[in-house]
């Protein structure tokens, strides 16, 4: 296991505000001091355009730049670097997904699989897919617990023509992680494709997306000690190589006439139209080393420590409910008894403790776990088994009149 106070030192955030206690690096991560300077040093350094300048500051920054796709790569253990999309974050990636699902895949009757779970990313853009395919949208059954139910799952495949499946690896309100490589494997075996939000998967668990056996996975640089801006569309390249550019531009084509015919570059580049995000790029890159520095499989075994931690400490109190006992992935969502969330949140920002509430863009949730807003404590890396005592401690003596107090 790595060393988490030599970890924080890396954080400047954390090193500028030594008594704040972070707890919503589900809603973006800090950033290491490494690829801070990355970032800077771009700007101060190497500031061009990629792939268009003959002159050396130009190619030394677009071998950089198309370096990371390899870096990337490697870190999902996708085939090639080809299979690696640059968007600008995991809704962009999601969308190209659906929209090109609603093009060249779907007819009408056709079932999209998705879940009351999902984040508005994730299902917003598949609504728009059916509307436009005349494809159904169906749901897929999940106990109260949020838990993956596989059986209820696979029912939803009888009598059913399900064309793709659209589903997180990781709740974003429940930090459940859900048997991928099982779903992925029933969905082809009835002949449907799988497209995964990585969002909070990619993050905190080690990927392997052909070991998975996934079509798509969609994940933003700014969940994962990157800047933001810039995301990834992974995408098996036969796939790909099928769908086509939702933006047209410089940079994605090779050649295009008068007569308005156009020829596209190769995949990936016929997707990246326009100027891309070179310094987020770059830091992504930097982010991705950090966390392989660190190992996975570390990353992923802390971040459930922080969960089952957290959630012991909560369970002995009597004025908490939490809605995922046994959460994986450093998420840990609850409610102080009888207080509007929102309302408790405000006290503990007073004490120094940043949460987020609400429904977290998961605005179906509620027809499962049965509340529609929570306290979210999200953790990351950077984290500590003793920031969760101070805030337990606050938590314990959190009461109504104290949080409308902190309002007043």
């Not at 061009?48 to 030394?60: K, P």
Request: aromatic letters at 12%; one cysteine or more; charged letters at 25%.
């Amino acid at each position: 296991m790595f060393d988490v106070e030599k970890i924080r030192k890396d954080f400047p955030m954390i090193m500028n505000h030594p008594d704040l206690i972070y707890f919503d690096s589900a809603a973006t991560s800090f950033k290491p001091r490494s690829v801070i300077d990355t970032v800077i040093d771009y700007y101060e350094h190497n500031n061009c355009n990629i792939h268009r300048g003959d002159y050396d500051i130009s190619f030394a920054v677009s071998k950089r730049y198309d370096d990371t796709r390899k870096t990337i790569a490697r870190f999902i253990n996708a085939k090639r670097p080809e299979e690696i999309v640059y968007t600008y974050g995991a809704t962009s990636s999601l969308n190209i997904v659906a929209i090109n699902f609603a093009k060249k895949f779907l007819n009408k009757g056709d079932v999209i699989l998705t879940s009351e779970v999902e984040h508005a990313s994730d299902v917003l853009p598949w609504f728009k897919a059916a509307e436009q395919s005349g494809a159904i949208i169906k749901y897929v059954p999940f106990p109260k617990s949020g838990r993956f139910d596989l059986e209820a799952y696979e029912k939803c495949f009888e009598n059913e023509n399900v064309k793709i499946v659209a589903l997180p690896h990781v709740s974003n309100v429940l930090g459940f992680i859900y048997p991928m490589k099982q779903i992925a494997a029933i969905a082809h075996k009835h002949g449907a494709y799988i497209a995964v939000d990585g969002a909070q998967a990619v993050p905190h668990i080690k990927m392997d997306v052909q070991d998975l056996d996934i079509d798509f996975l969609s994940f933003s640089s700014h969940k994962m000690l990157g800047p933001a801006g810039i995301g990834v569309l992974y995408g098996r390249y036969e796939l790909l190589e099928q769908m086509d550019p939702v933006f047209y531009g410089g940079g994605s084509n090779a050649r295009f006439y008068p007569d308005c015919s156009i020829i596209l570059k190769n995949t990936p580049e016929k997707f990246e139209a326009g100027t891309p995000d070179i310094e987020g790029v770059l830091g992504l890159g930097k982010a991705i080393e950090y966390l392989e520095e660190l190992g996975m499989d570390n990353v992923e075994e802390y971040g459930k420590q922080l969960a089952g931690y957290f959630i012991s400490k909560l369970e002995k109190l009597d004025n908490v409910t939490v809605y995922n006992h046994g959460a994986e992935a450093g998420i840990v969502t609850f409610n102080v008894n009888g207080i509007f969330a929102q309302d408790a949140a405000g006290y503990f920002n007073k004490q120094g403790i940043a949460v987020r509430t609400g429904n977290h863009c998961a605005k179906m949730l509620d027809q499962i776990i049965g509340v529609n807003e929570t306290i979210r404590a999200s953790m990351y890396i950077y984290n500590t088994k003793d920031e969760i005592d101070r805030f337990v401690d606050v938590i314990k003596e959190t009461t109504l009149e104290k949080c409308v107090d902190s309002i007043l």
